[in-house]
């Protein structure tokens, strides 16, 4: 496995999220005492997807957040490139598709929004899969990003560092068949750009009006952004 700090190879990360597929959902609520859910909650505020919505839900894993986008009418679709995540989830009842966030299915200017939650760490070029999911969504779409971040407070960015990679890696190693895909995530984790960062790297990408909200006391940032109207 590529160590999270080095070139991820995406079939070595498509393989180990589809050996961890079948109890990821489980694990993640787990390691986060629940606050998976509240997270997904805010995002699906902020993305405020209505009927007549299309959204574009990548790294969408089983499409726990795909189901929860779609719960007022919009048309989502779940899109991941480890088919044993959207085996595992094909229970949700939303459009799922096998895709690379590098190279998408999908027709230019196809989608109202798009959403990435705690996948866009994963990809092995961050710009260049901004830039493609910019391609796919229409003039004036929208764009939100949740992930891991940097809590700004300096006591709790302390304990955030100092605890995080023990706590997933130690569960990675009692709860799961990959011990070391949990040791990534924990790698992945830590090594995730800032706030700001991320928000000016989503801005070089082509997109505008970037913004962030801190939750969780910063241990996860929700960030958003516009595709510019054409002139």
């Not at 799922?96 to 989608?111: K, N, T, Y």
Request: hydrophobic fraction near 45%; charged fraction near 25%.
């Amino acid at each position: 496995m590529s160590r999270a700090n080095l070139d991820k190879d995406p079939r070595e990360v498509a393989a180990m999220f589809d050996d961890v597929a079948k109890g990821y959902d489980r694990a993640n609520s787990v390691m986060t005492f629940g606050f998976d859910r509240r997270w997904r909650s805010v995002a699906a505020k902020i993305l405020d997807a209505t009927h007549g919505d299309r959204v574009l839900d990548l790294a969408a894993g089983t499409g726990v957040s795909t189901a929860e986008f779609a719960r007022h009418g919009a048309w989502c679709v779940a899109a991941d490139f480890s088919v044993e995540m959207l085996r595992n989830g094909k229970q949700r009842g939303v459009p799922m598709v096998a895709a690379d966030a590098l190279r998408l299915p999908f027709a230019d200017e196809s989608f109202d929004a798009a959403t990435i939650l705690f996948g866009l760490r994963n990809f092995v070029d961050t710009a260049a899969a901004l830039t493609e999911v910019a391609r796919v969504v229409k003039p004036g779409g929208r764009l939100v990003i949740c992930e891991v971040s940097t809590p700004p407070n300096a006591l709790m960015r302390f304990l955030h560092t100092k605890f995080l990679m023990r706590v997933v890696t130690w569960f990675g190693k009692r709860a799961s068949s990959n011990p070391d895909a949990y040791s990534y995530l924990a790698e992945s984790m830590a090594a995730w750009p800032q706030q700001r960062e991320l928000g000016e790297i989503i801005a070089a990408a082509g997109w505008s009006g970037v913004e962030w909200l801190n939750v969780t006391f910063g241990v996860v940032a929700i960030h958003r952004a516009v595709k510019p109207e054409q002139e």
